[in-house]
């Protein structure tokens, strides 16, 4: 457009605007017009002529060509808004009062083009105090998920395109630490955008905790608000329709999809493809009533026919014979009874009329028991079971097909001293080591049962134990606070140089860091002889004789059991670096056996009422088994290490399967006193238990490789041949590893060997 003709339309609507504005103030003088405004007159603004355009009512903010204007006379305006200013600030003064505003005062001014009032707010400075949008959020990735940056240093990048570290975090103490020593950590949350903690403020705290009570997250939400009554009421009735659109087509019009559907469902109903629904049965009763007694129905299994009353015999006739009528000893006897002993219910009378005869008295306990005999009659005749008892005895093999196992004895000896207490036999099983009280160890050869040697020690002997090494030969002998290693006799040279090399080496293994109260000593080489031993250790002076011995399955390591000592009872002796230690610092109950797991790295610890298993490599409790006997005496582990026998002084044997259960799998009462001893055969299914009745036991015990198949457990024999002196039976069994042979000692003092 022409510069030329924009001056000329800008100066012509300029020229209509000022004869506009003499015509408004002489209507205004004279008083017959008045201005409205948009807000008191609805309709348009517009000049006489039709070229002014149309101004609305300015408030809040003003248009742009108004500013156009009011750079223009802006000199004028302010002198005559001077006076304005001062009537509104009047005004305005009040509302300032009553609510503090925090924001700009704003101006009211009157347009020089509407010739109304409007707000000037002052313009904005761009500050921080301003408008939160101007705050500076150091990380600017916007919606980026924060997990591309989890192998960066930094966490995103800031308005100048420079990169914002990760900030430092602590570990899971210093979280618990930071929590401790700031009260307002508990009430932060973790922004992601920034990699740190902020904490809430009290409106978000205030949400929290009511979407936490499934309350509105709105505190100003009132639930219980008065309804406000938008169309009912006095003068509220609905005058208007909700909406003012015209009526749809399909109001009037039928629709032909519908008919379609319909037609489709009247032809599967012609065709039998739909039935329709059962008329209701006009029957109020959900059963159908029938007499117990009479003919049943067909659906209704028959019951059986109802008890008939007895038939009246001649002593309830009202004139009975002489000899039914009771004499006066054999009414007062009659009467004497309970109702429930009497042999009848009544008491025969004569009258010589039938109208003499009273009413009946006991007509309606009779009738009451009569019906108690209805109810009370059995609807189903049950069939009775024919069971043999003998068919619910589980069928064993026979004994004779689970041969062979040890039958009678074959040999003995006797040591004079006293109760023959431990024994134990080679690893090569040709050879038993017997213990008494009197301190008298002998060596027997178990095909003869001759005695070899004869060692005397001073004190009771409280246990024997042979190594299960093969390459060497040698055993241990528990006494009062000493455990001795001895060698025996008629030993090969090259075996014999090779324990005098284990027992007592020339050169000192290194001594452990942590020193121990067992002290190791070995003789010199000049007084090496078959009488003495060749290593000695020296318990602790409040340890008692040493009750129970158990040798690790390479040799090398020796655990001891100790009942009665003050301090800890169980100690495991390494041969190789001549060390002793005890693994427990405190136990819970007096240890009575101990034993090592044949393949893996665990160790059994019988107290008196629970078997703990313990990791040795880990160093933690594994299982604890609960037998439920009363006070454990004994326990043996199978070669296969799944399995574990547990005896006690309550005549009970228990069979756990360590992969099953804590509790036993069977519990066998075969022994009519305590148990006392307990053990496994290497080689064989037999195990075989001792007790203070005199007798042993041997059971056929096969362990199946299938998980699913139990082990099958079979009663074989009873051996009797030890007497029993002092309350005291069979001490000690132990099986001979290359036979099917037992080795048992007894408190007679006697050493007995059973053969198969």
């Known amino acids: 457009m022409p510069a030329k003709d924009l001056a000329g339309r800008k100066s012509t609507k300029r020229k209509q605007i000022d004869a506009e504005e003499i015509q408004s103030a002489e209507l205004q003088s004279n008083g017959v017009l008045e201005m409205l405004s948009d ?84 313009e904005i400075e761009p500050n921080y105090d301003s408008d939160s949008s101007t705050e ?83 505190a100003g939400y009132d639930p219980y608000e008065p309804t406000t009554e938008w169309f009912t009421g006095k003068g509220k009735e609905e005058i208007m329709p909700l909406s003012g659109a015209l009526q749809p087509k399909r109001r009037w019009v039928p629709s032909k999809w519908e008919k379609q559907k319909v037609m489709k469902i009247v032809r599967a109903i012609r065709q039998g493809r739909i ?145 023959a207490r431990c024994i134990s036999v080679s690893p090569d099983g040709e050879w038993v080591i017997s213990g008494d009280e009197g301190g008298v160890v002998s060596l027997w050869e178990i095909m003869v049962g001759r005695e070899v040697k004869r060692w005397q020690f001073e004190g009771k002997i409280g246990a024997l134990a042979w190594c299960p090494r093969s390459d060497v030969s040698y055993f241990a002998v528990g006494l009062e606070d000493k455990i001795h290693l001895v060698t025996p006799p008629n030993v090969d040279p090259a075996v014999l140089s090779l324990t005098q090399t284990v027992l007592a080496p020339t050169t000192l293994p290194t001594a452990p860091a942590t020193p121990s109260t067992v002290k190791w000593t070995t003789p010199a080489s000049a007084t090496w002889s078959i009488d003495t031993p060749l290593l000695t250790m020296d318990l602790p002076a409040s340890s008692s004789v040493p009750s129970h011995f158990c040798w690790h399955r390479k040799g090398d390591y020796l655990a001891s059991v100790s009942t009665g000592g003050a301090q800890s009872n169980v100690w495991i002796h390494q041969i190789s670096r001549r ?42 409790l594994v299982k604890t088994l609960i037998p439920g006997i009363k006070w454990i005496s004994s326990m043996d582990v199978h070669p296969s290490g799944d399995h574990l026998i547990v005896g006690g002084y309550d005549r009970k044997l228990c069979w756990f399967d360590l992969e099953l259960s804590e509790k036993p799998y069977k519990v066998l009462r075969y022994h009519s006193r305590a148990i006392r001893s307990l053990q496994f055969h290497p080689a064989y299914p037999l195990f075989a238990s001792s007790s203070d009745d005199g007798s042993i036991q041997i059971f056929h015990s096969r362990v199946y490789n299938d998980l699913m198949t139990d082990p099958l457990i079979v009663p074989l024999k009873i051996l009797r041949g030890h007497q029993i002196t002092d309350g005291l039976g069979v001490l000690q069994v132990k099986w001979c590893s290359k036979h099917p042979w037992l080795v048992s000692s007894g408190a007679d003092g006697s050493v007995a060997v059973w053969c198969s």
């Open 39 to 122: 807000e008191e007159e609805d309709g348009d603004a517009s000049s006489d002529d039709g070229h002014v355009d149309e101004f609305p009512e300015i408030v809040n903010e003003s248009s742009s060509e108004d500013s156009d204007y009011d750079e223009d006379d802006e000199d004028e305006d302010e002198e005559d808004t001077e006076d304005t200013e001062d009537e509104n600030a009047n005004e305005s003064g009040a509302d300032s009062d009553d609510s503090l505003h925090v924001f700009p005062k704003a101006k009211t001014i009157i347009s020089r083009i509407t010739k109304q009032p409007k707000t000037v707010y002052p």
């Open 579 to 620: 060390h002793s230690q005890s693994p427990f610092k405190k136990i819970k109950g007096a240890v009575q056996s101990v034993l090592f797991h044949p393949l893996k790295p665990h160790f059994f610890v019988a107290t008196q009422q629970y078997v703990r298993i313990y990791n040795l490599s880990e160093q933690q």
């Open 136 to 218: 500076d959020t150091p990380n600017r990735v916007g919606d980026v998920p924060m997990h591309w940056y989890d192998d960066l240093p930094h966490i995103g990048y800031d308005i100048n395109g420079k990169q914002v570290l990760r900030p430092a975090r602590g570990d899971e103490l210093d979280k618990f630490l930071a929590t401790v020593d700031d009260s307002s950590a508990w009430t932060s949350a973790f922004d992601k955008n920034t990699q740190s903690d902020k904490p809430l403020t009290a409106e978000e705290l205030d949400i929290i905790r009511r979407l936490y009570t499934n309350e509105n997250p709105d």
């Open 275 to 419: 039935l329709p629904s059962k008329p209701k049965t006009t029957s109020t009763s959900k059963f159908d009533a029938y007499a117990i007694w009479s003919e049943p129905s067909s659906s209704v299994v028959p019951p059986l026919p109802a008890p008939k009353p007895a038939l009246p015999t001649n002593a309830e006739s009202y004139n009975p014979p002489e000899e039914y009528l009771p004499t006066e000893e054999e009414r007062k006897a009659w009467e004497a009874l309970d109702p429930e002993d009497r042999e009848r219910n009544y008491l025969p009378q004569k009258y010589s009329t039938l109208r003499l005869v009273p009413a009946y008295d006991r007509f309606i306990k009779e009738r009451f028991f009569r019906q108690l005999d209805l109810y009370l009659a059995p609807r189903v005749q049950r069939v009775k079971l024919n069971i043999d008892p003998n068919s619910l005895i589980p069928k064993l093999p026979s004994p004779s097909s689970l041969k062979p196992f040890p039958t009678y004895k074959s040999l003995q000896f006797s040591h004079s001293n006293g109760r």
